[in-house]
T-cell receptor
Framework: GEDVEQSLFLSVREGDSSVINCTYTDSSSTYLYWYKQEPGAGLQLLTYIFSNMDMKQDQRLTVLLNKKDKHLSLRIADTQTGDSAIYFCAETPSMEYGNKLVFGAGTILRVKS | DVKVTQSSRYLVKRTGEKVFLECVQDMDHENMFWYRQDPGLGLRLIYFSYDVKMKEKGDIPEGYSVSREKKERFSLILESASTNQTSMYLC??????????????FGEGSRLTVL
């Protein structure tokens, strides 16, 4: 079955770059996503990348996709304390019935001032 | 602004009680989902629904049932709550797959504690 793996914890200093990594198993995934969950809140879509792209940049966020290795990464430039949250990688193995996303366990990002 | 509302943010129930978790979305989305979130396990899909009165099992449906009588409302039911169902429950919705990028819109979550 589908599986998404990511490291559980990352600690960085304010102003540094953060890189959160994810590996997935389903090579047929159409989209891959990064969601952010702030304390006490639900998940919000941060960014996504279509499977025929290698890179996507959106302000401080850079998503890199290596389809050969099934590896997805999220880079946050100039990390701020407000970026402290849990970051979930997700894939959508099938678009047949809605969006049955498969999520990783989440990476807790802690930003030290 | 899109909105998914979960009726209860925090619940404390006793073992064996019947528990209802309600979710309402105001975006006219066809698809609705219930996930549970546990530390180190991420989000796991319990049930989803792609239309009124339609439901499909997710990865961990045991001990749960769902109801979708109206398009905007998707309820998760624990017939007889057990301590291993203590968790954060997240509801989400999305429009039809053909017209969107797969984004799910989440509620704020319902934290259930079963004693």
């Amino acid at each position: 079955g589908e599986d998404v793996e990511q490291s559980l914890f990352l600690s960085v200093r304010e102003g540094d770059s953060s890189v959160i990594n994810c590996t997935y198993t389903d090579s047929s995934s159409t989209y891959l996503y990064w969601y952010k969950q702030e304390p006490g809140a639900g998940l919000q879509l941060l960014t996504y990348i279509f499977s025929n792209m290698d890179m996507k940049q959106d302000q401080r966020l850079t998503v890199l996709l290596n389809k050969k290795d099934k590896h997805l990464s999220l880079r946050i430039a100039d990390t701020q304390t407000g970026d402290s949250a849990i970051y979930f990688c997700a894939e959508t193995p099938s678009m047949e019935y809605g969006n049955k996303l498969v999520f990783g366990a989440g990476t807790i990002l802690r930003v030290k001032s | 602004d899109v909105k998914v509302t979960q009726s209860s943010r925090y619940l404390v129930k006793r073992t064996g009680e019947k528990v209802f978790l309600e979710c309402v979305q105001d975006m006219d989305h066809e698809n609705m989902f219930w996930y549970r979130q546990d530390p180190g396990l991420g989000l796991r899909l319990i049930y989803f629904s792609y239309d009124v009165k339609m439901k499909e099992k997710g990865d961990i449906p045991e001990g749960y049932s769902v109801s979708r009588e109206k398009k905007e409302r998707f309820s998760l039911i624990l017939e007889s709550a057990s301590t291993n169902q203590t968790s954060m429950y997240l509801c989400a919705s999305s429009p039809l797959a053909e017209i969107n990028t797969g984004e799910l819109f989440f509620g704020e979550g319902s934290r259930l504690t079963v004693l």
